[in-house]
């Protein structure tokens, strides 16, 4: 007879939590064709470096898939300028492919207006390369980036600094 292992009530919910949020993506259909679905009327050009990713597994199978938690810091440079604080919940097959799920604050400034806002990140990663799409959390946006909203399409392999097209408009 299998001993029946318990899990920590909290570590369960997380679990849960993500296994929901990874069948949601499934469900995506991610296409990175550079054209937004919105008509914003800006576009920001800018690049970004991870400067710091911190990626724990909370979930192995012996099969090799996973379930991990990563801490993720950005630095942007150009008409996005300032730093991204992450966290990240990913989902890894056997073969290394996955889909992952994040929430960013980003601090500094776009196009010279200061403030913060949130990005939600939904995305796959498959053969060394990344598919996400960044969406600004209605209402998050502070100071001047009030009223801010927008959408980065993404698609890299690895590389040390990422091009990026932020298409925004901040309603006032």
């Not at 929901?20 to 499934?26: D, G, N, R």
């Not at 008509?39 to 990626?55: C, H, K, L, M, V």
């Not at 604050?105 to 990663?125: I, K, N």
């Amino acid at each position: 007879m299998n001993e029946k292992k318990h899990t920590p009530r909290g570590k369960f919910r997380l679990s849960f939590t993500l296994l929901f949020t990874l069948i949601a993506l499934s469900a995506c259909h991610i296409q990175p064709t550079g054209n937004s679905m919105n008509q914003y009327t800006q576009t920001a050009q800018s690049t970004f470096a991870i400067t710091s990713w911190d990626e724990t597994p909370f979930d192995e199978h012996e099969d090799g898939s996973k379930l991990s938690r990563a801490s993720i810091v950005k630095s942007y440079e150009g008409s996005l300028s300032g730093q991204g604080t992450s966290e990240q919940l990913a989902s890894y097959l056997p073969d290394g492919s996955g889909q992952f799920s994040a929430v960013e604050r980003f601090r500094g400034s776009l196009d010279g207006r200061q403030g913060t806002f949130v990005l939600q990140h939904t995305g796959t990663f498959q053969n060394g390369t990344v598919q996400s799409i960044w969406k600004v959390v209605p209402g998050s946006a502070t100071g001047d980036l009030a009223g801010l909203r927008g959408e980065i399409v993404f698609e890299a392999g690895h590389a040390p600094s990422y091009p990026i097209k932020f298409e925004y408009e901040i309603q006032e």
